[in-house]
């Protein structure tokens, strides 16, 4: 199978790349715009390899997605390009609507488009396969109940309702125009590779550096950590095994606070790169909350479960570790993001 994955140079479609390159016999197209979420390094194990294309192509320009559609004859799509910073959304919403609501309309118009010259044959078996997020949801009030496929929209802040937009969308076209279409909802990931400006690896490179750790309001903010790798392994179960038009809520079981994520890298640091600046905790300090911020995100994942088989194959403690000593040893990586070299050399700019 061929399959083409836009968004893949960032923090989920490298590790859903390197996934299918590594386990199976796929072949992988990499649409990517290159914004600053995309970055090549996350893929610099796989680039070499004979089954893997890379594509720097806008999803918003539909020419040139169009000829990538042409030139490469896809068996599937998996939509991961997208604008995904909460804070960035709500400092300048316009680039979310573009990407993410403009660039899935685009993109389904290209494979309806594409979709509508194959054969019977492959039309059969085409699917277009859309990642999204379960803050599509909003919040779920107190410390009961869980987001179904079924929970209703409600999304706070402007990057989430780009991301409901673009679902709808989905919706629509499949079921107006009958594209193949599949919808999966995840919880917050984090692992390797993730881009530092997000918690988890923020946290973890200003305690090196003996910054200040930011933390929401009291950190009473609850969220379900999925590993990447297991979001991963089931994207390909989605696209590979789930049921057109249905919709897969991916979660990874392990609600926890903000503060107790915190508390947790500061311990795993303690042990794993004791410095002058430990006990990291004491560099922990409480910042405004950020306007809209929901309190509570839990997903039910039993469907994916019962009809895919897919479980989550990290506890957050086992995730949480070999994220923190992926970290450790990928310093360079970090620092690459972190000084912007990684865009200028891309770019063929010297470093300052």
């Known amino acids: 199978m061929k399959l083409l994955i836009t968004g893949g140079a960032g923090f989920i479609g490298s590790a859903v790349i390197r996934h299918v390159i590594d386990h199976t016999d796929d072949q992988v197209v990499n649409v990517d715009k290159l914004t600053y979420a995309g970055n090549l390094e996350s893929l610099q194990s796989v680039a070499d390899n004979p089954r893997y294309a890379f594509e ?30 909460v804070d960035r959304s709500i400092d300048g919403p316009a680039a979310f609507i573009e990407t993410n609501i403009v660039g899935t309309y685009t993109l389904l118009e290209v494979a309806r488009r594409y979709w509508q010259s194959l054969n019977t044959d492959r039309q059969a078996l085409f699917r277009l396969h859309h990642i999204s997020t379960d803050e ?51 919880s917050n990931n984090y692992g390797p590779y993730h881009f530092p400006e997000k918690l988890i690896p923020l946290v973890i490179l200003n305690a090196l550096e003996g910054k200040p750790l930011p933390v929401y309001g009291k950190g009473e903010q609850i969220r379900d950590w999925l590993y990447v790798e297991d979001h991963a392994r089931a994207l390909y179960l989605v696209v590979t095994q789930g049921t057109p038009g249905e919709t897969y809520n991916i979660g990874g079981h392990n609600e926890k606070r903000n503060i107790d994520v915190v508390y947790a890298l500061c311990e795993l640091l303690d042990e794993l790169s004791p410095s002058a600046h430990s006990p990291y905790q004491s560099l922990i300090t409480f910042v405004p909350d950020r306007p809209g911020h929901d ?58």
């Open 56 to 85: 720097q192509v806008d999803v918003c320009d539909q020419q040139a997605l169009a000829d990538v559609f042409e030139r490469h004859q896809p068996d599937a799509v998996m939509h991961l390009a997208a604008e995904s910073h």
């Open 136 to 186: 599509v949801y909003g919040d779920l009030d107190g410390p009961e109940g869980l987001f179904t496929e079924q929970t209703a929209y409600a999304p706070s802040s402007p990057y989430s309702a780009s991301k409901a937009s673009s679902d709808h969308l989905v919706r629509a076209w499949s079921r107006t125009y009958g594209l193949p279409t599949l919808i999966t909802n995840c």
């Open 295 to 352: 309190l509570r995100y839990a997903i039910d994942a039993s469907k994916i479960a019962r009809e895919l088989g897919w479980t989550p194959a990290e506890t957050f403690e086992t995730g949480i570790r070999k994220t923190v000593e992926w970290y450790l040893q990928n310093l360079e990586w970090c620092r690459r993001v972190q000084d912007g070299s990684y865009q200028r050399e891309r770019l063929g700019v010297g470093s300052a």
